[in-house]
């Protein structure tokens, strides 16, 4: 589909702000995500993550879209979800999850980083639906959102790994 976009370079220029927040959106859910799995029971990191998506949403909607008003079931869902996350965080930090051995500085990091990541993932898709409502197709945003962050892990390897990588036998 991108080959077949005649005014690719057209639509990154007019949309370079939205296409640069998700870039470095994507980032920051993969980074948080693994810094999350690596201090935290990855199941618990995940639904701590994933359950921030509506309360999020619903809060760039309020903060964004003229006159939004969300409904009784969005707001109760909202809620319902942000309860349970709260509970689930709560057993986390009392041990009393599938796995409690990871200690007290080590969850903490954890669960912030958790949370960094259910934010940044709520962010990501707000603004992959404002690039849809410009045209954009969902396979065009896939293909425009990692570009960051081959830059990003680029960055992050350990010294000598170019070098490593360059070796061929």
Do not use: H
């Amino acid at each position: 589909e991108l080959k077949k976009s005649k005014t690719l370079k057209f639509d990154i220029k007019q949309d370079w702000k939205d296409l640069t927040a998700v870039n470095l959106l994507t980032d920051g859910a993969w980074m948080t995500f693994f810094y999350a799995v690596k201090n935290m029971e990855p199941a618990v990191s995940s639904a701590i993550a994933n359950s921030l998506g509506p309360i999020v949403t619903l809060i760039l909607s309020f903060l964004t879209i003229k006159k939004f008003k969300p409904t009784k079931p969005e707001m109760i869902s909202a809620a319902g979800v942000l309860g349970s996350m709260l509970f689930l965080m709560d057993s986390a930090w009392l041990g009393k999850t599938g796995v409690s051995d990871y200690g007290r500085e080590r969850l903490l990091i954890g669960i912030s980083m958790s949370a960094a990541c259910g934010i940044f993932m709520a962010m990501n898709g707000f603004f992959s639906k404002r690039l849809n409502n410009r045209g954009w197709s969902a396979k065009k945003i896939l293909a425009m959102r990692f570009y960051a962050l081959i830059g990003l892990a680029g960055f992050m390897l350990p010294e000598g790994a170019f070098g490593w990588l360059s070796q061929s036998e």
